[in-house]
């Protein structure tokens, strides 16, 4: 006796006509923000965060990949004498109502990271060993960024910045 195969079309992606509302709110990052601020990841001390401030400059470009679905971020700048660059990718997955995201830097590290916004504040945990607050000011075009990690049982600041958008 012979058996047919069965073979299963691949489901087509439908996916909606438009961004969800949850990613329409991703729209108060997109532009081009210039920035500056202190970093104290070096040298600093559990009795004093701020020693040893270190200045950081760079820029940050968020836009829409086609479709409106994902937000892209591109970062580069100079903390002290280190270069740091990098991508990365933000979404909002309906099913788990949250907001993801991918890092991807010049020194070939990957941290994956979420997004929640509350009372018009952007807050952002990447990995176990960072968080980030963005607060937007100026109706939407400064930006004040703030970064902490994880050190031991405490979280320290890490860095201290402001952007200013300029398109």
Sequence with gaps: MSRKATVTKPQTLQPPL??????QLLNVFVGKWPTQGLSYGS?????????????????????????GFFLVRHFNG??????????????YDAVSQTYSSQIFDNYGRIHLGQRTIR??????SIGTEYRTT???RNDGNNLATHWEWL???????????EGTKVN
């Design 119 to 124: 009372d018009g504040v952007w807050s952002s």
């Design 43 to 67: 040298g600093q001390s559990k009795e004093n965060p701020y020693d040893s401030p270190v200045r950081w400059i760079g820029a940050e470009t968020y836009e829409w990949l086609p479709g």
């Design 134 to 136: 963005y607060t937007f």
């Design 18 to 23: 438009t961004p969800s509302a949850e990613l």
């Design 151 to 161: 050190d031991g049982d405490d979280w320290s600041v890490l860095t201290d910045s």
């Design 78 to 91: 100079q903390i002290g004498d280190l270069p740091m660059s990098g991508i990365e990718t933000i979404g």
